[in-house]
């Protein structure tokens, strides 16, 4: 596994800066979960959701950013065959439950917004239980789908993988033989987990965004679009981040660029997640402000 070892020179600042990412991603998302559990003006689908998703980028930043802390701390710079699957199965599968996530809380913004009178009704315990539970399980099984197939994959080129983790682009580009399976299977979840999790949470805002046009009061405009501003932004930056990464041409693909890319949707944005859910609502930041 090269990692970041091609840029000698920066070794101990990305080192540290891997470690702090580590930390503050554990602490902050650890403060959102248990700020949720022990606020009952919190315990909403709403911050449910909200918890479910930092629990998420805990177990994401872990799937990678340890073994990455390894790489750059010891000479030895192998993986065993299945801790790189193992890695792959987790990657993959908290890839595809936060795009999942994301459009489970788009439609949550979207009944509380266009169907404020039947929310509470909708948005039971039931359901939300249950859309959060299917979450995890069709993301899992999913993934386990492609780890089916790319445990199959024959190596006979290069062994090194020039990457921080075990992505499956980056195994397929090592592998040999005819792959048409594993590869319309990708593109299938892509299709499937991807751009279909994309499009719903695109029509949820045009419908949300068509109805605060509706509302006549500035300050019910404001207050509405406001409980939407932080969830928008989270789907912008990592829905963004895997387009960019993703859609681009083959020519295009740069090693090191892919790296640089793949370090911000697996580590950053879990990182600023949680400073992006307090500093911009209301409801937290009155909570902080009361315990400060």
């Not at 406001?226 to 990464?245: D, E, P, R, Y």
Request: hydrophobic residues 50%.
């Amino acid at each position: 596994m090269v990692g970041f070892s091609d840029v000698p020179q920066l070794h101990l600042p990305l080192l540290l800066a891997f470690y702090l990412m580590y930390i503050l991603t554990i602490t902050g998302n650890s403060f959102i979960v248990l700020l949720v559990i022990f606020h009952t003006a919190l315990q909403k689908p709403m911050y449910f959701f909200l918890c479910n998703l930092a629990s998420l980028d805990m177990g994401y930043i872990s799937s990678t950013l340890p073994n990455l802390i390894r790489l750059h701390s010891q000479s030895d710079k192998r993986m065993s065959f299945i801790g790189c699957i193992s890695q792959q199965f987790f990657f993959t599968a908290f890839t595809i439950c936060e795009y999942i996530l994301l459009t489970v809380m788009a439609y949550d913004r979207y009944v509380a917004i266009c169907h404020p009178l039947h929310y509470t009704c909708i948005m039971n315990g039931n359901t939300t239980l249950l859309l959060a539970k299917g979450s995890w399980l069709a993301s899992f099984f999913s993934s386990l789908l492609v780890v089916l197939f790319s445990s199959h994959l024959n190596f006979c080129k290069s062994h090194v993988i020039n990457h921080f983790f075990c992505e499956i682009t980056s195994l397929l580009k090592l592998s040999c033989g005819k792959n048409t399976d594993i590869i319309v299977l990708i593109l299938l979840e892509g299709f499937v987990c991807g751009f279909i999790p994309f499009m719903f949470i695109l029509a949820s805002y045009i419908m949300i965004v068509r109805t605060i046009k509706n509302i006549h009061v500035k300050d019910g405009r404001m207050k509405a679009f406001s409980t939407c501003t932080s969830h928008l932004t989270v789907v912008i930056l990592f829905c963004g981040t895997i387009i960019v990464v993703y859609m681009r041409p083959p020519s295009m693909y740069e090693p090191a660029q892919d790296k640089l890319f793949a370090l911000l949707y697996t580590a950053v944005i879990p990182m600023i997640n949680p400073l992006i859910y307090t500093l911009r609502n209301g409801e937290v930041k009155n909570i902080l402000k009361n315990k400060i």
